[in-house]
């Protein structure tokens, strides 16, 4: 274990101090030490998370110096407010990467299967400081999907500005051997030429901000769908889902960049492929359906769009629990750091709880790993 704790420290000694240097009682390596710990184990704030140290004083003095006691909630919060999210988010993947004994990438990148990068937005609703609420805080975030770990976020201030922020997202993930999937607001050249010249490809929805391209796929795929898909080299499959009492039936269709297209395609960076997702969906006597379009710079694999396609809307899930079990959406921190910190945190946290895999809920996990101290301390220190 003394092992472990020192790899902690050593991950966490990246992240610099910004306090004034003879004025601080407490280190602040035990100050992110209790962090972690106390989101892990229930802690949804500042105020919490010095709740939770002092109950577990001993416990904690066992790994990090709290010689000066628990700091209050507002040194937490402070503390939070001034490092700096990248040197935060480095530490805990970090640490992370420590506890697999393997980088989630190296060892993709050892069989050849591309990994999945998933990249999407959330906004953080209590994070306003005006009347309006219109200032909250919009983080975007890159989760491995495959294996549910998040790779880094940016924090902007509106949704209308994740454009910006998705080139410095990607500026810190290593893209090689990678597929990243956006939504229709990420379906710009500019980024899918950065993603291919860091060496990974892009699966990018297509809708109406680029609507010449957008009806040009749907006309093609209608064309083929009237004349037969074998006929426009189309490969296509069909699965099926049911949850509750809800079925889903799910066609994927994909095809290498027709001539016809080309001329539109041409600008986009190493586009290869284009592709289709039908979902219909019944609910007792009611239906509906959804088709979305995608430019993509990987060849024309059915099974692998289907996989991507399905796997980026599992960062939505990540999101209910980031709301539901984190309560996220109640936080009333307000400044940008404070508010990338702690949320960067709560993804870290929900991948330390997955990594657990006992057959209980995520809610049920933080509760067990604030009354067992053993379990607490297997999440956070076993490999």
Known sequence: MASQIDVFHECFDQVGDPRVAGRTIHPLNSILFLVVSAVIAGADGPDEIESFGGEKLDWLSKFADFDAGIPSHDTITRVLSLIKPAEFQKALLQWHAHLCEINWDHASKDDNRPVHVA???????????????????????????????????????????????????????????????????GCQKSIAEKIVEGGGDYLFAVKDNHPKLCAAIADHFEMAHNDGLTAHGVRAMTTTGKQAAREEERFYATCPIPKALRELTDQWKGAKSICQANTCTTRGDRQSSDVRYYISSR???????????????????????????????SSRLRTKNATSNMSFARRFVTTLLKRDTRNKSLRRKRKIAGWNSEFLEKLLFAA
């Open 119 to 185: 990249i999407d937005g959330k906004t953080v609703r209590g994070s306003y400081t005006d009347a309006e609420k219109s200032d909250a805080i919009h983080i975007v975030s890159a989760w491995a999907t495959a294996n549910g770990v998040t790779l880094g976020q940016t924090e902007v201030d509106s949704k209308s500005n994740e454009i910006t922020a998705i080139p410095e997202l990607l500026d810190l993930i290593d893209l090689r051997n990678s597929i990243v999937t956006l939504d229709a607001m």
């Open 299 to 329: 060849p024309a694999r059915v099974h692998e769009f289907s996989n991507c396609a399905r796997s980026h809307w599992s960062i939505e899930s990540m999101h209910w629990v980031l709301d539901v079990v984190f309560h996220e959406d």
